[in-house]
């Protein structure tokens, strides 16, 4: 949004610029344009002196982020750059200049860099303590193979951007299979970052089993900072509050023992869209945790747990319906995360064709696609080697989120 009309092109009104990559047929190379409209979006107009920034002879040049950076009092872009992101500014979105560039050396490699967002939060909501969060999509190389999204905590005046971090740390926005690209909302009305993520990887998303769709997108997310102890400021997700509108309450539980009994506390609860927030005691458990989406006849499930041995939070679809279509895709996907407080929180979105966990309040996410039966419906509550204690747990019916 041009509120100022920096760019001249809306006679003093605001309007909107949309800043995008396109494919110079002549050169072959990777180049960036605006293009504006004065009709809140509806139709757009190409800037007749496209492109604003050429290309410096990168292959990979692309994805253009663009935010207002007030103390400079000037646009900021962030684009992708091979192995690396490029910054420009701007005083009119039309005549860039570049700025700096970082991540040569920081981060993880395995790929080319995709996809950059850049924006600033408060440390656990103390507007006195602010940090930078860059997030780089990288595609290969993620934690568990293929795309991933890995971020980066620091400072950025308006110029620069510096890593709080030693340069070999990688911190991963997510750590299933899943996640890919996410970009946030800007200018959110009571002051939020939001954001949503592709739900799929590059390692097999054209051969997943589904018609006539082909993939899909996240839950939108909150995202927040915090301080992990002994660890540094840490990206926080948590599904947007706006979705508890969305679900029916189907069942709650307190203080339960769970075991390797064969018991099952929740056999009387099925459903192919669930959201379920638990928190356990992991006890002398070495495992424990749900398995959803449950076929008796085709011996399907997909264990969402905790690994108290390795403190792990963990998505495996080792089992959850067809794999045969790509190498990379069935396996289990492991978070790091330690209790708190000797306890372990989850929260679970269970869909038709997709989990989405978060641990402790979203120190954790995985976001894996599955690919069950339609009539594989089960749900278990299950520990293995030994006993862990459910301190709760509430179950909802969240089929309206199907829209």
């Known amino acids: 949004m041009d509120r100022d009309d920096t760019s001249g092109f809306f006679g003093g009104e605001p309007g909107l610029v949309a800043i995008y990559t396109n494919h110079d047929e002549e050169t072959e190379e990777q180049i960036q344009s605006i293009a504006y409209s004065t009709d809140r979006g509806r139709t757009w107009t190409k800037y007749s002196e496209n492109p604003v920034i050429l290309n410096p002879g990168i292959k990979d040049f692309r994805d253009p982020k663009v935010i207002w950076h007030e103390e400079t009092q000037r646009w900021v872009l962030a684009l992708a750059a091979g192995d690396r992101a490029m910054f420009y500014s701007s005083q009119d979105l039309k005549n860039w200049t570049e700025l700096s560039e970082f991540g040569a050396e920081d981060g993880a490699h395995g790929g080319v860099w995709e996809c950059p967002e850049l924006f600033r939060l408060p440390v656990d909501g103390d507007p006195d303590d602010q940090k930078w969060v860059l997030l780089i999509s990288v595609n290969p190389g993620a934690p568990e193979g293929g795309s991933g999204s890995q971020y980066f905590v620091g ?49 097999y998303s054209k051969e997943i089993p589904t018609d006539p769709w082909a993939g899909s997108m996240s839950l939108p997310r909150e995202v ?5 102890p002994g660890e540094g400021v840490r990206l926080v997700q948590t599904p947007v509050a706006e979705l508890a509108s969305l679900r029916t309450p189907v069942l709650e539980l307190a203080d339960t023992s769970v075991s390797s009994d064969g018991s099952n506390a929740l056999s009387d609860l099925s459903g192919k869209t669930l959201e379920l927030l638990a928190e356990f005691e992991p006890g002398t458990a070495r495992e424990f945790g749900f398995r959803v989406r449950k076929g008796e006849e085709a011996e399907q499930e997909t264990a969402v747990g905790y690994d108290a041995e390795n403190a792990q939070l963990f998505v495996d679809r080792s089992d959850a319906g067809p794999a045969d279509f790509g190498e990379g895709f069935p396996g289990r996907h492991e978070a790091p995360m330690k209790p708190v407080d000797g306890r372990v929180r989850m929260r679970i979105f269970v869909d038709h064709a997709s989990v989405e966990v978060f641990g402790n309040d979203g120190v954790a996410a995985i976001t894996d696609q599955i690919f069950p039966n339609p009539e594989s419906e089960g749900l278990e509550l299950y520990a293995e080697g030994g006993e862990a204690r459910l301190v709760s747990l509430e179950a909802y019916d969240s089929e309206a989120t199907q829209g």
């Open 224 to 228: 927040t900072l915090t301080n992990v």
């Open 155 to 203: 400072d950025f005046d308006g110029t620069t951007f510096s890593n709080d971090n030693p340069p070999e740390t990688e911190l991963w926005a997510d750590y299933g299979k899943d996640f890919y690209a996410a970009q946030a909302w800007s200018d959110v009305p009571d002051g939020r970052r939001l954001w949503i993520g592709w739900m799929n990887n590059w390692e």
